[in-house]
T-cell receptor, first 110, second 111 residues
């Protein structure tokens, strides 16, 4: 199946920017997604980007897509303690099945 | 609009038993997908149902089965439970083939 890779951990200071990176394999994905999971909860859709776009901004969130390198990133500006969570990127592969990365655990230090 | 509802929230079973998990999708969503989440394997796709038909299936043994009813509610069944089936089972609904919306999950512990 498709392989979606993310680094496991990221630690930032409150107020700084966080950048979470992801690489994917299926260049035919129509959309690429970022989900957030807080402890004991399901996955919350944060944002998504259409595959023919390079960038999408949504309040504090900026998604960058480099299709040539199959690289997706999520930038969170002015990171707050409430942003501490696990972040998953996802692509839709064969049969429109979703493939999720391993998740990046973001810790925000006050 | 109510979100995706999964019941029960927690389950404790013993090896060899069977279990049924329930999922009510967002109103109007006809696609329901199930995922297994474990610390070691991450999120793994189980199956997807659309209009009462299984449209896609992941790589899980036949002990894992599901169904969808005419009101789009879905159930997932695991028979002959094994210790390794302990996981968070997540259900997600979608309008079409985009943007999955997840429930809070059912945490299954097999003793």
């Amino acid at each position: 199946g498709e392989d979606v890779e993310q680094s496991l951990f990221l630690s930032v200071r409150e107020g700084d920017s966080s950048v979470i990176n992801c690489t994917y394999t299926d260049s035919s994905s129509t959309y690429l997604y970022w989900y957030k999971q807080e402890p004991g909860a399901g996955l919350q859709l944060l944002t998504y980007i259409f595959s023919n776009m390079d960038m999408k901004q949504d309040q504090r969130l900026t998604v960058l897509l480099n299709k040539k390198d199959k690289h997706l990133s999520l930038r969170i500006a002015d990171t707050q303690t409430g942003d501490s969570a696990i972040y998953f990127c996802a692509e839709t592969g064969t049969g429109n099945q979703f493939y999720f990365g391993t998740g990046t655990s973001l810790t925000v230090i006050p | 609009k109510a979100g995706v509802t999964q019941t029960p929230r927690y389950l404790i079973k013993t090896r060899g038993q069977q279990v049924t998990l329930s999922c009510s999708p967002i109103s109007g969503h006809r696609s329901v997908s199930w995922y297994q989440q474990t610390p070691g394997q991450g999120l793994q796709f189980l199956f997807e149902y659309f209009s009462e038909t299984q449209r896609n299936k992941g790589n899980f043994p036949g002990r894992f089965s599901g169904r969808q009813f005419s009101n789009s509610r879905s159930e997932m069944n695991v028979s002959t439970l094994e210790l390794g089936d302990s996981a968070l089972y997540l259900c997600a609904s979608s309008l079409g083939r985009e943007k999955l919306f997840f429930g809070s999950g059912t945490q299954l512990s097999v003793l």
